[in-house]
Every structure is written in structure tokens, then in C-alpha cells.
């Protein structure tokens, strides 16, 4: 015997026993798991929410988080002397207005700059309290400041002298000038400008007004978030105008939107668990009374709830916060808890239903405990994998659902098991599954009536044959229309024309599949934040995030040939299309410094000691200069400059593609430099998972396949079953990363996910049907197919769609997170139902010459033993071992016995096996 089928064997003994064990202690099978479910639950007490976005979609060892730790260290930001170009976050603490006219008009005319005065006069004049109405503060008291005026004064003063001089004020874009010569930048104030062939503005589609506050300190940090939480409030409630429409944004949005939409998932568990049990109650019912198992779908559903709540408490305990990401995690486990339910009761239905409940209890569970063994391994290890990520949702998440696939089993294979040892004992005692009342077989119902709603059981007259269990009537379908239909020659010719043309669409889609989350996806469809998004995407498109080149090592800037090497890295930074390049768009100290020297003292040929000396005590101080204070570190005598930066002005770029290709060529500049450069820009963070998700997406796959190869080798009857089943993790990941593609699912952290747990399901799918062929009597290739799909069709197709049905709420979701979960979801259900069902049993059919032969284990009458039963009524009497001798052995084959209510025993497997007390006449074979 080879090894595989040696492992294979010793698992099937091992659960045969187990499954005996099971129907010996079914109390405590039933209780030990209940009362351990219930003390892991109390863990949901330490349940805490991870909302920062920033936190959950980024990598946090990126190169952008190691570069924002430098900038904070040498360059920090100065709330009293706030430049918004030298901002080092996208998400500081403040209120951010997008004012746009209701009309879709100019938003330069006098009605609406009126409007959006009062609106400006409303904030500056909010109160806010804290400490029990103590400490009472308003916005100049806390707002970030620039030449000693709050953010937005600048473009307040703009509007304002606008509204009284509009006439006679030509704007220029986006550098304008007030009569009294101070300039003002707005290009980050006014968004969708219209500018006429002199460079005026003819008219602006939105506005952006930001009121940054102060933070850093406990105290100002506290101070700014009540203080958003007043400005959205008022923005909210402010009806003053219906000339505006207003979009806003505040630090703590992201994080809210976050809890928001985790919490309005959580009703979506009841709706689920009403359609899953419907489902399962349905699939579990049959026309035979005391056969049907509708509580068994019930229990099904119950323990699948515990692996849940087992889990949201254990490692709520252990401090692993819960997350939105993470929300959509108890879908996917009631899915896959019905699936077990329904291969363990399949198992249940093959067994003769005229052996004892332990003995059927043993045979089942050596083929479906095996079979849900091998699953919810290979699961668990695709999410120990995707734990391996640098993307702290996708870690969370595989780690949450890697763990409650691990509960979902051990409750499968004990609770579970227990409650189908409850249910088998009733229907051996040929009771009816509602009323729990005896009841009459269907040969011996006294009535029509009686019959359709009451009878069912194993009669007195049962032979061999009717001792199987009934079949469902999709289980007849399987084997009376299906399995023929798959196996034609013809279908098997359009199956394999069908299977080519979806690996081509599937590569197709694989070569044109986008890249990477959108802040915008994060939000709800018809949240207020993502409109905040969609009206930056539409107005401000023009100049995007500033760039700070930092020569984060010290240079002789006073030596001309440094001055020239700064140059020509600022040249080749500003040639690229992602940067504006006119030389007034970049903030370079060493440009404007130069022409300083130049114009004070005719050449800038001087040493280190001027040089630097001119540096600090004239030209910053000045007062057009002294922005670049910011961009300068001294040593502490102030004689040497140690690193210093000049800013860029990116262009908005908005496809992920872009943002990529943005942030990398960024890169590949500032590292081919002659000098050593640090180069950052706060949307650098969020971009840095675009670069870490093609590669750690593909990783993750090469890893999970090869394990799953290695576990099917271990597991499986025979390696041709890994061969097969690691084909079709590959068609299968192939086909639905290809389609997502084309059903706007992006490639980022959600979609990563999904991606992962596909190589689960494609072994769930896979490994049974393959299975099922292997072990299959058939001779054929085609009786082989048509057997499999005859043993496990149904179970797998119940399987598949329960956890359609488990996910199908989330498909009419508002948040693309949750949306983009189903769609893979559902994709990974479809084609695994696909293989199972369409693709391996032709293609099995056509390798059967190759493939070996295991047979499926099933009942041999090698000895029959009677005794006369002395129950009046047909129960299970097994016959002490004391009185086997006297029992008379029928061995000769054709000989009858026409003994009523006898007890039968068979040898199996070289056991002795006890069937119920039946009557037996019939020819023993």
C-alpha cells in the first residue's frame, strides 16, 4: 500500500472511531462545546474598532512611512507659522469646504461669495466647549497660522475685496496680485477655472476654503476634534442659501465613515442568517418524514455562529482590533459552516440506513470528516498566508477568518456531530422530525393523508436495496439527467470548446486589471466624504500635493559646482510630466538665494563663511524670503546648513496607474541623483500600496498553491488528486482575477484578500469531486464522472450556493468595500461551481485510463447473524456477545428466511457491524 493511501486509510479509521465516540458521549459532545463558545464570547467586552484607513491600507515598513519619520524629525511642522506646501500629512486637523453653486454656475458671483461669507462669519463666530462648559474657545483661538492670520484668511480677504471690487478686479490663474502688490497663489482655492486668451479667469466652478487648526499636544488635539465635530454640524445644518452646495471633510471623517459602515453591516447578519437558514432547512427536507433533517440545517447555521463569536472573543482578548474589512469575515464562515453541514449529512444519507446510529456515525464520518479535514486545512493555511502581508486590513482579516475557520471545524466535528447523533437516534426510532412522535412507514400508512404528511422510516417488509437512504430529488437529477447529459460526447466537445474561451477572457482580464484603493473607495456610495472626493477629482485636478526634494546630506552649497549639480536635479525633477514646471511653481532657496547674492553683490562666487552668514541674517529675514526658514537646517552654531529641500508642485493625478508611475519615477530620479536626496510628498503613504499589491498579491499565490500542493499529496488518495486540484487553483484564480477585472473590482487590499481565500475554496471545490472520480466503482470514464456527480453533485452545489446566498446582502451594499467582497466572492463560488461541476468530470473522463482506482468503501455481507428480536416494535436490539453461538449462520448463497422482526449483523472492513432490527425476507447475496 502506498503512502498516500496509507494516510488516507489511517484518517478514515481514526474518524470512524471518533465517530462512534461521538454517538457514546453525545451529552458532553453536545455541552463541552457550548459552554467553551460561551467563556471565548465574553472577549467581545475588550472589542475595539481600527478605523485610521491610513493605518489599515498601507504598508507600515513602506519607504514613504520611513520617509515621513525623517521629515517629522528634520522638517516639523509650525502650527504658528503654517505653510500648506510644507504640510507632511493629507489628513491634518481641520474643517475642508468644497463650495460649489447649486446651479453648476460661476461660483465668482457676488450672490454666491455673499454666501459663502456669512458661511465663513458662522464658523469664526462657533463657540465650542469643553470640560463641562469650563473652557470655551472658537476658531482663531485654535487655527493654524500664516504670517499671523488664520487659514483661510487669504482667500477670505480675496473674496471679500472681490465682492466689493469685482468690477474692477482682473483675476489672473493661478498667481494673482492685490493692488497693493501682494501675491496669492489659488491654485489650491479655485477648482474647474475658466481662463480667457489674456490669462484672466472667467469664471471658477468651485471653491476650497480650509480651516486648519493646531494639534500635536494632548490639549489641541482634544480642542480640534471637538471643535470638527461643531464645524460638521453646522455645515450640516446650514440652510441659510440654496445657492451652494457644500462637500466637507474633517480628520476624524475617515475614521467615522469606517465605524459607520462596519456598524450598518452588523443588521445584514440577521437578514443572512434568516435566507441561509430558509436554505438549509429547505435542502435538509425530504418527503420521508422521519428521514428529513430540516434542524440539522438549523444546527448547521448554530455552529457556525459559535466559530464566529469564538473568535471575535478570543482575539478580542488578545487585543487584535476589529475592523471594517474584518466586518465582512462572519459572511464568509456561515458560508463555509453549511457547506460542512452539507457534506457531513450527505455522508450521513450514503450510510444504510439499517445499521445502528453509531455504526452510520462511524462510516460517516470516515468519508465527510476526512473530506471537511482536508478543506478547512488547506483554508486556514490560504489565510495563514495572506497573514504574511505588509497590509495590516488583509493581515487582520486572514488572521480573524483563519481562526474561525479552525473554530467553524472543531464545532463541525463535535457539535455538530452530536446534534446528528440526536437526529439519527430519532429517525431510528421512526420518528417524525417535527412532533418527535413514532410514526408509521410509508407502506403501512393507513391513509393518503397519513402518508404525505405523517409516514416515513424503514418498514418491516425493507429489503437491501430500499435500505438505502431516499434520495433528494436534486440528488436524482444528478444521476438521472446530469451525469448522462456531462458525459455526451457532444457537451464534452462544447465543454472543452466552453473551458478554452474562458481562459482566454480570464487573461485577457488578467493583462487590463487596475491597481490599488482610492481614498474615495474607502467611503460609502452616498456619504458625505466621498463626495468631498469625487468633487476633488472633478474641480481640483490641476495642481496636485507639493513634492520636498531634501538633500538630506551636507553639500558646499557655496561651491559652484554644487550650485549647478542642485540645478540640474531640480531641472530633471521639473522635466517630468507630473510636475509643473515653471520655474514660479518650485520653491527652490538655492535659486532664489543665488539671484539675491547675484543682485546684492554682482556674482555669487563666495565662501562658506558669507555665504552662510548672508544666508541667515539677511536673506531670510526678509520678508518675501522667509518661508524658506522652513526649509533650512542649521547646526547649532548656525555656521553649517545640514540638509535642506526645495518643493515641487505636483499635477493632480488621478487614475492609480498614474499615482504609481508618479511616486516611482519620483523615486528613480531622487536615487539616481548625484547627491543624496530623501524625496516625499504626503499622498506618498497612500500611494506606497500600489507598488507592494502586484508582487505580495503573486507571492502570496506561488506560496499558497504550493502548499496546497503539498497538503492535497499528503491528504489526498492519490497524487494524480494534487495534480488535479493544484490545476485548478491556477484556472480557477486565473478566471476570477481576469473577470473582476472587468466587473470594476480593482487589484488592492479587499479584492487581495478574496484572492486569497479562492485558493481555499478551489481545493474545496476540487479536492471532492476529484475525490469522488477516484474512488468512484464505475469502469468507465463516463460511469465514473456520472457516480461522482451522483455522490457528491448535490452537497457541493449546496455548499456553493449557501455561500452565495451568505453573501449576497453585501451585493447591494453602498460601500465599495463590501461591494468588491461579494463580486470576488462571488466569482470565486461560480467558477468553483463550475469545475466541480462542469470542467473536472469531463475532464476526469478523459484522463480515466491514467488515473488510479481506489475503491469507495462500502458494506460487504460476509456473514449475516439473526436472532429473534424480542422488542414488539422495529428498535435497534443488538444481540450480547454471550449469545452469538447460538445464532445460526446463513451462508449459502439464494437461501431464505422469512423470520419476522430479526436482528442482522454484517462484517465490514473486518467488523462486526449491527443493523437495526428489521424484518429480513429476502435472498442473501
Not at 252 to 273: D, K, R, Y
Not at 523 to 537: E, I, L, M, N
Not at 572 to 589: A, N, V
Not at 701 to 717: D, N, S
Request: charged share 15%.
Amino acid at each position: 500500500m502506498a503512502w498516500y493511501e496509507i494516510i488516507n486509510h489511517n484518517l478514515s479509521s481514526i474518524f470512524y472511531s471518533y465517530g462512534k465516540l461521538i454517538t457514546r458521549h453525545k451529552r458532553k459532545f453536545l455541552l463541552c462545546p457550548l459552554l467553551l463558545a460561551s467563556l471565548l464570547s465574553l472577549g467581545v467586552i475588550c472589542l475595539t474598532f481600527e478605523n485610521d484607513a491610513i493605518y489599515l491600507f498601507t504598508p507600515p515598513t513602506s519607504r514613504a512611512r520611513a520617509d515621513l519619520i525623517y521629515m517629522e524629525r528634520h522638517f516639523p511642522v509650525d502650527y504658528d507659522d503654517f505653510i500648506p506646501s510644507r504640510a507632511l500629512t493629507t489628513q491634518e486637523k481641520a474643517g475642508n469646504l468644497y463650495i460649489t453653486s447649486a446651479d453648476g454656475g460661476n461660483v465668482l458671483r457676488g450672490e454666491i461669495i455673499s454666501d459663502i461669507l456669512q458661511l465663513n462669519a458662522a464658523f469664526q463666530a462657533m463657540e465650542v466647549t469643553i470640560d463641562n462648559n469650563i473652557d470655551r474657545f472658537n476658531f482663531s483661538s485654535i487655527c493654524a497660522r500664516f504670517n499671523g492670520q488664520c487659514l483661510p484668511e487669504f482667500i477670505i480677504s480675496f473674496l471679500s475685496y472681490l465682492n466689493e471690487n469685482g468690477d474692477n478686479f482682473l483675476i489672473s490663474y493661478p498667481f494673482t496680485v492685490f493692488p497693493n502688490g501682494e501675491p496669492i497663489f489659488l491654485g489650491y482655492s479655485l477648482g474647474g477655472v475658466t481662463v480667457a486668451d489674456d490669462g484672466s479667469v472667467v469664471s471658477a466652478q468651485a471653491i476650497a476654503l480650509n480651516y486648519i487648526l493646531q494639534s500635536g499636544t494632548p490639549e489641541q488635539d482634544t480642542k480640534a476634534l471637538q471643535w470638527e465635530e461643531a464645524f460638521t454640524r453646522l455645515v450640516e445644518s446650514w440652510n441659510s442659501s440654496s445657492r451652494m452646495a457644500i462637500s466637507h471633510l474633517t480628520s476624524q471623517s475617515l475614521s467615522n465613515e469606517l465605524l459607520a459602515m462596519t456598524e450598518s453591516v452588523m443588521p445584514l447578519m440577521i437578514v443572512t442568517f434568516c435566507i441561509l437558514t430558509s436554505f438549509a432547512v429547505t435542502s435538509c427536507i425530504m418527503t420521508d418524514w422521519v428521514q428529513a433533517k430540516p434542524w440539522l440545517g438549523v444546527c448547521g447555521l448554530i455552529s457556525a455562529f459559535l466559530a464566529i463569536s469564538s473568535t471575535v472573543g478570543l482575539l478580542s482578548a488578545c487585543g487584535v482590533a476589529f475592523n471594517q474589512v474584518v466586518a465582512s469575515m462572519p459572511f464568509l464562515v456561515i458560508g463555509v459552516g453549511i457547506d460542512d453541514m452539507f457534506i457531513m449529512v450527505a455522508s450521513w444519507r450514503h450510510t444504510d440506513r439499517r445499521l445502528a446510529v453509531e455504526e452510520r456515525m462511524g462510516l460517516a464520518y470516515s468519508d465527510a470528516a476526512v473530506s471537511i479535514t482536508i478543506t478547512s486545512v488547506t483554508d486556514a493555511l490560504a489565510f495563514c498566508i495572506g497573514a504574511i502581508t505588509p497590509l495590516p486590513a488583509v493581515r487582520i482579516f486572514c488572521l480573524y477568518a483563519g481562526v474561525a475557520i479552525i473554530f467553524d471545524y472543531l464545532f463541525q466535528i463535535t457539535f455538530f456531530g452530536a446534534c446528528m447523533v440526536y437526529t439519527g437516534q430519532r429517525e431510528a426510532d421512526g420518528k417524525h422530525y417535527l412532533t418527535c412522535k413514532k410514526v408509521l412507514p410509508k407502506d403501512e400508512a393507513p391513509s393518503t393523508s397519513y402518508r404525505i404528511w405523517c409516514a416515513g422510516g424503514v418498514s418491516t417488509t425493507v429489503t437491501a436495496e430500499e435500505g438505502k437512504q431516499s434520495e433528494q430529488i436534486i440528488t436524482q437529477f444528478f444521476r438521472k439527467f446530469y451525469g448522462p447529459f456531462i458525459v455526451n460526447p457532444v457537451v464534452k466537445m462544447l465543454v472543452v470548446v466552453l473551458f478554452t474561451g474562458y481562459l482566454c477572457v480570464a487573461v485577457w482580464g488578467c493583462l487590463h486589471i487596475q491597481e490599488g484603493l482610492q481614498l474615495k473607495d474607502i467611503f460609502a456610495d452616498d456619504s458625505f466624504a466621498r463626495k468631498y472626493y469625487q468633487d476633488q477629482g472633478e474641480y481640483f485636478t490641476e495642481f496636485g500635493a507639493a513634492v520636498s526634494v531634501v538633500l538630506d546630506t551636507n553639500q558646499n552649497y557655496w561651491e559652484k559646482g554644487i550650485q549647478n549639480e542642485i540645478e540640474h536635479i531640480t531641472m530633471d525633477f521639473e522635466s517630468s510630466r507630473f510636475i509643473h514646471g515653471e520655474k514660479q511653481h518650485t520653491e527652490s532657496w538655492v535659486r532664489d538665494y543665488l539671484t539675491f547674492l547675484s543682485e546684492t553683490l554682482n556674482t555669487t562666487n563666495v565662501d562658506q563663511e558669507l555665504f552662510v552668514q548672508l544666508l541667515r541674517d539677511e536673506f531670510l529675514t526678509r520678508p518675501e524670503f522667509q518661508n524658506y526658514n522652513k526649509d533650512i537646517n542649521f547646526n547649532c552654531e548656525k555656521t553649517e546648513i545640514e540638509s535642506s529641500r526645495f518643493v515641487l508642485k505636483s499635477t493632480e493625478v488621478v487614475q492609480s496607474t498614474d499615482e504609481m508611475e508618479f511616486m516611482s519615477e519620483m523615486r528613480h530620479k531622487a536615487d539616481s541623483a548625484s547627491l543624496s536626496l530623501t524625496i516625499f510628498s504626503p499622498t506618498f503613504i497612500f500611494i506606497e500600496q500600489y507598488v507592494i499589491i502586484v508582487p505580495n498579491t503573486i507571492q502570496a499565490l506561488l506560496i499558497a498553491t504550493g502548499c496546497m500542493f503539498i497538503v492535497a499529496l499528503f491528504l489526498m488518495p492519490h497524487p494524480v488528486c494534487a495534480v488535479m486540484v493544484t490545476v485548478c487553483i491556477v484556472t480557477i484564480e486565473t478566471g476570477v482575477i481576469g473577470v473582476m477585472s472587468l466587473w470594476n473590482v480593482k487589484l488592492d487590499g479587499i479584492s487581495m484578500i478574496n484572492i486569497i481565500l479562492c485558493i481555499g475554496f478551489s481545493v474545496d471545490f476540487s479536492s471532492h469531486m476529484t475525490y469522488a472520480f477516484i474512488t468512484s466503482p464505475g469502469k468507465t470514464g463516463n460511469e465514473r464522472a456520472m457516480d461522482a456527480l451522483h455522490t457528491l453533485g448535490t452537497p457541493i452545489l449546496q455548499g456553493g450556493l449557501s455561500t452565495i446566498l451568505g453573501i449576497s446582502v453585501l451585493s447591494s451594499s453602498p460601500a465599495y468595500v463590501f461591494r468588491a467582497f461579494f463580486r470576488t466572492m462571488f466569482l470565486v463560488m461560480l467558477f468553483g461551481l463550475f469545475h466541480s461541476l462542469v470542467f473536472l468530470p469531463v475532464f476526469l473522463s478523459f484522463l480515466n485510463t491514467i488515473l488510479p482506482r481506489k475503491t469507495r468503501p462500502t458494506p460487504e455481507v460476509g456473514e449475516i447473524q439473526i436472532e429473534p428480536s424480542r422488542q414488539a416494535n422495529n428498535a435497534y436490539s443488538p444481540i450480547p456477545k454471550d449469545n452469538v453461538e447460538d445464532t445460526q449462520p446463513l451462508k449459502n448463497k439464494g437461501e431464505q428466511s422469512s423470520v419476522c422482526k430479526e436482528h442482522v449483523y454484517i462484517l465490514y472492513n473486518d467488523k462486526r457491524i449491527s443493523l437495526d432490527s428489521v424484518a429480513i425476507k429476502e435472498t442473501v447475496l
